[in-house]
């Protein structure tokens, strides 16, 4: 239920901003400036789930709590997605903008290689032979997919880049029209709440399938 009051209040959101409050085409790059309204939110998303994993990662390595590993995993797999929600869209935004789906820019090539390390754990979870490793490796993991964040944050001024500088959230006013600034807030809020609620429904599917493993292996051996 809470999936489709989630989809219908992002869909209202879409057709605000693109058809009724973002009635003015974009000078420099025209209606396709629209796909913001899905690129920025996925691109929180994946920085959000990487600040859940990488506290889940943190109070498994200091305190060995094993509680805390299904919700590393759902934040990990549901911030891969994102990540590559985001490369996607971003390429799509690229094409008419930039005259090319990719480009190595600072930004895409470190979000790039956010994606690879959220592969990089899902196969070394995939590979530990045992929880302790599977702990103490991917825990790793998952604190060094957080710390490529403020890198991909930072690019934009670190280095030339073809990406805009951050013009959400600044110190000064928001350069951003209020008809475009609003509903994209609201898109955001929406997304990073549906991708919360995706991530704890993850982790209770991960404890839940555990259980039943535990219970099937002592069955096994009565």
Known sequence: MMKVVFFFFFCLVLVWGSFLASSQVDVLQGEVYKILYIHVPNALCAFFSSFLLFLSSLFILLGKKKKFLPYAKASADIGFIFTLLTLVTGSIWGKPTWGTWWTWDARLTTTFLLAILYGAYHFL??????????????????????????????????????????????????????????????????????SLSLIVRRANNLKLAETLEEKAMKSSFS
């Not at 403020?150 to 959230?169: D, N």
Request: with cysteine; proline share 7%; charged share 10%.
């Open 125 to 194: 979870w995939q590979v530990a032979e045992t929880t302790e490793k599977r702990m103490k490796i991917c825990s790793v993991i998952g604190i060094l997919i957080f710390a490529d964040i403020p890198i991909i944050y930072k690019s934009v001024s670190w280095w030339r880049t073809l990406h805009q500088p951050p013009s959400l959230f600044v110190a000064s006013s928001s350069p951003m029209s209020s008809s475009i600034y609003w509903p994209l807030v609201v898109s955001i809020i929406l997304t990073l709440l549906f």
